[in-house]
């Protein structure tokens, strides 16, 4: 499906300000789209929302269906009069510009905990009957995502393959007699669910109101311990114990040496296309619930994946095998007709990967730091070389902030000193870089590009160097997903700025 000519910027929420540790779908979520509306953006571009599991990453989450508790916002749930000033008052000391996942997910949890037995004790029969159909109408994912986290709960967080077999193969009696048992933790959590969807809900008509759409995000992976991967052994590429014999990665690239080994299991996509593909189908459908634009990761894996042994202790050595390709996308398109769909196709691309792309109107994507590399004029990736079905940014939650791409050196790259300086001399011609400032030249040069839809990370609209970089694929840890900004940083001239560029280039219409 093609795109509007539209400008946005990409912010995941657990990035907004707030003194609760982690950012969320309160106040400041709200005051956050009245910038964008001030910046004439069009789009708010957010990662995936699901329960974050290994290194918090919201592309290893606990289930695909799932909203992450996190962003719950204690003050909605206060105005609900299911925590009281007190509770809230009563929050730690947390820092301003980071999230310490560490210190907030016990928080975050015992204060959910605290709204849920309120909730139960004291809320009238509406509210209770909202809940209940939200427990019916979800109920195809929402239970086995509930038991699957309170046995985690009560197992110290152990894997899923680590529990007695019974439980592990979902024998009817294990599942009754767990479900029994810890009847009261999995309401609890399915109360966070139905908290979650009720507050996005509300937030995403605030979006509406103010024309603004939300572009959301599937990983093309299930991480293996999730409630995806055990309710569905069947559709994955595991032994008779439930572990991978192969995982997923990608080989050597810009961003690693030695490739990107992720080791989410693969798919058994004979077993998926059997069944209509019907897992994927729910996914897609799930996701359009809650976004107006769905970008799907590593769309190449569709054409072709990169299978390594699950021994490995690195991406090296895989191999590349046939994905699902049309077959998938023309069970999609049979199903939820013609949808929003955009396609994460950088990488190792191939001529099959963007003939599939095509033959299902997906847009692309380009990034403007990747486009100075080695023979830059002829690399068909600079802004004069692109095309309209495309979204472009200045870079991605992957890549490093703008001004911190311009500062890098040697040590914090995989490139050579002598490349850098020649990727930089390239960058300063093409760009006709002068008295603007570096991060607004970027910009200026992405919203001037014949793409339909422009994308910029809040990092960049303000200037940040390198310590508010969101991700940097290949690590685990460190400040991966942790960085926040400043109610304040919004307050300079930013939003002047990019509704006067998106003007300019017609992209506020």
């Known amino acids: ?59 290893q989450c606990f289930s695909a269906f799932a909203g992450n508790p996190l962003l719950i916002s204690p003050e909605r749930l206060a105005k609900e009069g299911l925590l009281t000033k007190a509770e809230l008052k009563s929050a730690p000391e947390f820092p301003e510009t980071s999230v310490e996942f560490g210190a907030v997910i016990p928080y975050r949890t015992a204060l959910l905990e605290q709204a849920a037995a309120a909730f139960f004790r004291d809320a009238d029969s509406g509210a209770r009957h909202e809940f209940e159909s939200f427990c019916v109408n979800h109920g195809w994912w929402l239970h086995d995502y509930a038991l699957f986290m309170a046995v985690k709960s009560v197992r110290g967080y152990a ?17 009754l007699s767990w479900g029994e048992h810890l009847a009261l933790p999995i309401q609890t959590i399915k109360f966070g669910q139905y908290q979650f969807f009720k507050q996005w809900a509300t937030l995403r008509t605030y979006c509406k109101e103010n024309e603004i759409q939300v572009m959301g995000d599937i990983p093309i992976y299930a991480p293996h311990d999730s409630a995806d991967v055990w309710a569905n052994q069947a559709l994955f590429e595991l032994d008779d114990d439930g572990m991978p014999t192969a995982v997923a990665g990608v080989p050597p690239d810009y961003f690693s040496d030695t490739g990107q080994l992720w080791g989410n299991p693969l798919y058994r996509w004979d077993r998926m296309a059997e069944r209509g593909f019907e897992w994927w189908i729910a996914r897609i459908r799930a996701t359009l619930d809650l976004v107006d634009i769905v970008r799907i990761d590593h769309f190449r894996g569709f054409e072709a994946y990169w299978s390594v042994p699950a021994n490995a202790e690195t991406a090296i050595n895989g191999e590349w095998i046939e994905g699902p390709g049309d077959a998938l996308f023309d069970a999609v398109g049979n199903a939820l007709g013609d949808v929003p ?11 099959e990967v963007e003939a599939l792309r095509e033959r299902h109107a997906m847009p692309g994507m380009a990034v403007l730091q990747f486009a100075f590399g080695e023979d830059a004029a002829t690399s068909g990736l600079l802004p004069h070389t692109w095309t309209n079905n495309t979204i472009a940014y200045t870079g991605t939650h992957d890549n490093d902030t703008t001004i911190g791409w311009w500062k890098a050196n040697n040590k914090s790259t995989t490139l050579d000193a002598k490349t850098l300086r020649r990727q930089r001399a390239y960058a300063k011609r093409y760009l006709n870089l002068g008295d603007e400032k570096l991060h607004w030249s970027f910009i200026r040069a992405v919203m001037a590009s014949v793409a339909d839809t422009a994308i910029f990370p809040l990092q960049d609209v303000l200037g940040l160097g390198s310590a508010a970089r969101m991700n940097a694929p290949g690590s685990s840890g460190g400040q991966n997903w942790r960085w926040r900004f400043t109610k304040d940083q919004l307050k300079g001239k930013s939003a002047k700025r990019m509704r006067e560029l998106s003007e300019t280039y017609g992209r506020l219409l």
């Open 1 to 59: 499906m093609r795109l509007p000519r539209s400008s946005g910027i990409l912010l995941h929420p657990t990035s907004l300000p707030g003194k609760f540790g982690i950012g969320d779908f309160g106040p400041a979520a709200y005051e956050f789209v009245d910038y964008l509306q001030a910046a004439g953006q069009r789009l708010w571009q957010v990662l995936p929302l699901g329960p974050t599991g290994y290194g918090d990453s919201p592309y």
């Open 159 to 175: 894997p899923w393959t680590d529990w007695e077999q019974a439980l592990r193969q979902r024998t009817p009696e294990a599942l």
């Open 341 to 351: 769909i955009a396609a994460e196709n950088l990488g190792v691309i191939t001529k």
